[in-house]
């Protein structure tokens, strides 16, 4: 079963390779047409694919930082919610905040899961 993090990046890396070279397939057909002809565009699919999953490739350590950042983030913010809610909690709504303050701060600090 893959984890939501290799989904995200899976679904993210074909996104980015179909726009990437679809771009540059454009660019290539308005500036070199000859290119793209029937002899040539093989390979000049095969050095595309080649060169933009590279690049993609080294972009999903950018997006996984990006990824922990954000899921860091959220975390922090509902960990500190959490914590204003306990802060400002009557003694009636102490327990509960505690619970929540408690649930946020697994959360927080869960980043195995990712």
Known sequence: ?????????????????????????????????????????????????????????????????KFVDTRVGNQAQGFEEAITKLSTATPEQREQAENEAIEAYRAFLKLNNI
């Open 1 to 65: 079963m893959a984890s939501s993090y290799e989904d995200y990046v899976k679904a993210l890396k074909g996104f980015f390779f179909s726009l990437a070279k679809k771009a540059v397939l454009d660019k290539i057909t308005a500036s070199i047409p000859w290119l793209v002809s029937a002899p040539a565009l093989p390979l000049v699919n095969f050095l595309l694919d080649k060169v933009i999953g590279i690049i993609i490739d080294n972009a999903e350590v950018s997006l996984f930082f």
